[in-house]
């Protein structure tokens, strides 16, 4: 059983990479003196590319579930994850509010036995739907433990903020090399 999805939707990819691509030219037109604007482009310029290219693959097999990411690197790893560490399945309300465009929907994912939640891309309309998939999803591995759940994971994922810490420090440096470079002009 595979769920794909990709990471943000197509028009917004192709929309972000393209001012990443226009800004980037508009700048070398500028000459000298506009280029060491360049370098926070380019970094928009690839997230741009990653919105375009990257999704998250869930596949569930009787051996474990593979959950991976890309294909373009974001520092955001594939995992592997066998059986006897999946403690069980969950599905629940996925409120996004008005600030994020009101995407609210139903997911399912599974409860890795350290207590992090692992989520389907898959995205449903109703809850039978979230409940049918994560039994199914159970039933390929063989768990019994399976229910509702409410409210955020009891265990972050590090890996999750240290990749967006990451990224904020690029942000910076690139923005920084760009003041550095003007300054000293």
């Known amino acids: 059983m595979t769920c794909s999805r990709r990471w943000v ?48 693959r869930f596949t569930v097999r009787p051996e474990g579930v593979q959950l991976r ?15 006897d560490h999946v403690a069980g399945g969950y599905w629940r309300w996925n409120y996004q509010g008005p600030k994020s465009g009101n995407v ?21 309309e109703s809850e039978m739907q979230a409940a049918q998939e994560t039994a199914s999803m159970m039933g390929i591995l063989g768990v019994q433990q399976l229910g509702r759940v409410e409210g ?4 972050w994922d590090r890996r999750v903020g240290l990749v967006t810490v990451v990224w904020m420090l690029l942000a910076l440096a690139a923005f920084a090399s760009a003041i ?6």
């Open 9 to 56: 939707p197509l028009w917004a990819g192709l929309g972000l990479f393209a001012l990443g691509v226009a800004a980037q030219y508009l700048l070398w037109l500028g000459g000298p003196t506009m280029r060491p604007a360049v370098g926070p482009f380019t970094l928009l310029t690839y997230l741009g590319l990653v919105a375009l290219c990257n999704r998250t």
């Open 69 to 83: 990411r890309g294909p373009l690197p974001t520092g955001a790893g594939s995992e592997w994850i066998p059986r």
């Open 104 to 124: 609210s929907h139903w997911e399912s994912g599974i409860v890795h036995r350290d207590g992090r939640w692992l989520r389907n891309p898959a995205q449903f």
């Open 152 to 155: 955020l994971p009891p265990k």
């Open 180 to 185: 550095v470079l003007e300054y000293r002009r």
